[in-house]
């Protein structure tokens, strides 16, 4: 597969990991489907760290856009393009490692929830294979359910996003050495020029030199 169109492949596989890692950031914020805890300040920090909308959300959204275009003919589908994408790769790689972490302490913190007559985070250990431990939450319900499920999403999500801008660096540097098999940066090759049947070959020569088109068309019968 040639490098360009590797790297329209990874964007588009990039776009849609954007869209669910923003979105779980986001819907962190309304436990129960409320806006009640988030004006009370009852969310977690690792909520707040926004690890879903900036790492997994903006710094990979950056890259995907430009990733996308070295696979285009033009500017940069090129050898230029294709090196500045490694350094865009490079900023993606961080974003997600950056939501993977938040995401991987939001789980291992636990749940911001009301226990035992007081706001707290309850747990210290693990309590993720244990749910009967779940029950000392009473308030937002099944908030441990939501916690784990959203940044469990979130963990898996930026690992997906590492892995594929990982694979554009390399994708990069080859791009870089070799080209991007586009059209715009095709060599050596000219085309055959444009005949005219009703001329000699001397005739077409000098009419292809004065016109300066050298575009291929149907001689006829």
Known sequence: MCTGKCSRCIACALYPLVFMSMLCNIILFFPEGSVKYSKEGHLTDEVKYLGGLIGGGLMV?????????????????????????????AEGVAGALYSFIVAVAGIGNGPLCFSNGEWTRPFKDSYISDSKKWAVCTEPKN???FNTGLFGTLIAVSCLQVILC??????????????TCNKSEAIGETPPLRTNPNLNPLQNCASAAGSGDFSTTDSGD
């Not at 990982?166 to 080209?179: E, K």
């Open 61 to 89: 959204l950056i890259p995907a856009l430009f990733i996308s275009l070295t696979g285009e003919d033009g500017c940069c589908g090129n050898r230029c393009g294709m090196f500045f994408s490694i350094g865009f790769a």
């Open 143 to 145: 908030v441990v359910q």
């Open 166 to 179: 990982a694979i554009q660096t390399i994708n990069g540097l080859f791009g870089c050495l070799g080209g």
